[in-house]
């Protein structure tokens, strides 16, 4: 057995289950969507209204955004935290929002209900630790550098400082394919399956890159028997100021909803899963 991992490890004690205010991740198919960052108040609370009504289990929002160049929108910090206290107040959705300091982690915890760890900080691990201290469950992207050894390796940080609260996000890894913004390795979902108690969802957003190729992505995921799905929705993706290329209308999202519902009636029972 390798000697990296151990605690994430399936075994007999261990029912593969994270609940968030009564959302059992891993029974249920579970959907958290929303924008890739806050923007402002109008545009999060539509969003999560129309997430909400679609069926939506979570919703997701960026108000720390780890951006490839100093030059973009960097996020609302605390204002975009507080907004989305908002929107879980008017919707009852808990909220999954990144956090990218270890300074940062208890003070978000006021505002998060799951503290998202992005792919660019999956290794950072005085931020793992952290979050292994925290009292919230972690939603832990993979790095788009990394292999599921080393994600697990992760994951164990996490674990071993006591919180065993952890959803695992494939979000598409670097290959030479360029058709997509990264290469969607459904297979990781297969792999970790076996391995794994820990939950596992997708994110075809990231993945993509693109929306018109979300609904298939989510379709594949949900087949391939992940735990749930994250994907971005923005009102007006044209006028997104992060990712709006691979943003779904409400209206996108809202038929994607109707056929992973759908799919999962017909799959769940493979899966044994709850519906969604
Ligand atoms: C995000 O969820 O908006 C994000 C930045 O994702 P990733 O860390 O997977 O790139
Ligand atoms: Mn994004």
Avoid at 44 to 63: F, S
Avoid at 158 to 178: H, M, P, Q, S, W
């Amino acid at each position: 057995m390798k000697e990296n991992i151990k605690l994430v490890l399936k075994g007999e004690d261990r029912t593969r289950l994270v609940e968030v205010e009564g959302i059992k991740v891993g029974k249920e198919f579970v959907v958290i969507a929303g924008p890739c960052s806050v923007e402002n108040e109008r545009q999060t609370i539509e969003t999560a209204l129309a997430v909400k009504k679609a069926g939506a289990h979570m919703l997701r929002g960026g108000a720390f955004k780890p951006r490839t160049s100093p030059y973009a929108f960097q996020g609302l910090g605390l204002k975009g935290l507080k907004i989305l206290k908002k929107a879980r107040e008017e919707t009852g959705l808990p909220i999954v929002t990144e956090v990218m300091d270890p300074r940062d982690v208890s003070w978000v915890c006021e505002y998060a209900d799951v503290l998202q760890i992005g792919a660019r900080n999956m290794q950072n691990f005085s931020l793992l630790k952290e979050v292994g201290k925290a009292r919230k469950p972690v939603l832990l992207k993979r790095g788009m550098h990394s292999t599921i050894d080393e994600w697990l390796s992760c994951a164990e940080y996490i674990l071993a400082e006591g919180n065993y609260d952890v959803i695992l996000c494939e979000r598409g890894i670097r290959t030479f394919e360029k058709a997509t913004r990264n290469t969607l390795d459904i297979s990781a979902v297969s792999v970790l399956k076996e391995i794994t108690f820990l939950p596992v969802i997708v994110d075809p957003s990231h993945a993509a890159g693109r929306a018109s190729l979300v609904p298939s992505l989510s379709l594949a995921a949900l087949a391939a028997g992940a735990d749930g799905l994250m994907i971005e929705v923005h009102i007006n993706p044209e006028t997104a100021l992060s990712d709006r290329e691979q943003s779904l209308r409400p209206s996108e999202f809202e038929n994607l909803m109707e056929k992973i519902r759908k799919l999962n009636e017909t799959i769940r029972s493979f899966y044994e899963r709850d519906s969604a």
